[in-house]
């Protein structure tokens, strides 16, 4: 099956740092979502990128589906912006296969 | 507009014993999913409901089953538990299934096998 793999595994910023979040996909995929799971457990989309740029507040993404990779872009930093990011795909028959994640601290 | 929901939010029970989840989606939102993050073993896929049907399983052993209702809310059971289903279950809902639609997430039950 399709591998998802993130990179890096774990990420220390200081508040007001600028990060870039990386996901590498095995084949072809027909979309791909980001996620920030908070320290409750709940996952929150972030984004509904399967190809091109989005833009939300500090954050935005960026998919080449041909090239088989995503980025994350987290600006200005906060702490509340701490916890895992997922990225997630969808081959078809629905079921999204997520990353490994990535694991932020930003401390103040 | 309410998010997905999820009950209970904890569950505590003994290996043997069964445990029953419980899901309800986004009004709208006719396919539900469910997922499982163990520790360790990152997030996986369970089952896929839509219009009351299974539509796909994850690689999970029948032990773990489920039904979709008429309202379209979602029952994850779990048969004969084991230590190793200790787990977050996560439950999602999207719009109908055949454009790919993106999946919205519920807040989880932690179930937790004793």
């Known amino acids: 099956g399709i591998q998802v793999e993130q990179s890096p595994p774990d990420l220390i910023l200081q508040e007001g740092a600028n990060s870039t979040l990386r996901c590498n996909f095995s084949?072809?995929?027909?979309?791909l979502q980001w996620f920030h799971q908070n320290p409750w457990g709940q996952l929150i989309n972030l984004f509904y990128?399967?190809?091109g740029t989005k833009q939300n507040g500090r954050l935005s993404a960026t998919t080449v589906a041909t090239e088989r990779y995503s980025l994350l872009y987290i600006s200005s930093s906060q702490t509340t912006d701490s916890g895992v990011y997922f990225c997630?795909?969808?081959?078809?028959?629905?079921?999204?296969?997520f990353g490994t994640g990535t694991r932020l601290l930003v401390s103040p | 507009e309410a998010g997905v929901t999820q009950s209970p939010t904890h569950l505590i029970k003994t290996r043997g014993q069964q445990a029953t989840l419980r899901c309800s989606p986004i009004?709208?939102?006719?396919?539900v999913y469910w997922y499982q993050q163990a520790l360790g073993l990152g997030l996986q896929f369970l089952l896929w409901?839509?219009?009351?049907?299974?539509?796909n399983r994850g690689n999970f052993p029948p032990r773990f089953s489920g039904r979709q209702f008429p309202n379209y809310s979602s029952e994850l059971n779990v048969n004969a538990l084991e230590l190793e289903d200790s787990a977050l279950y996560l439950c999602?809902?999207?719009?109908?299934?055949?454009?790919?639609?993106?999946?919205?997430f519920g807040p989880g039950t932690r179930l937790t096998v004793l």
């Open positions: 999602a809902s999207s719009f109908p299934a055949g454009g790919l639609n993106e999946q919205f």
């Open positions: 084949d072809s995929v027909n979309n």
């Open positions: 990128i399967p190809s």
């Open positions: 997630a795909v969808n081959t078809g028959f629905q079921k999204l296969v």
């Open positions: 009004s709208g939102h006719t396919s």
């Open positions: 409901y839509d219009e009351g049907e299974e539509r």
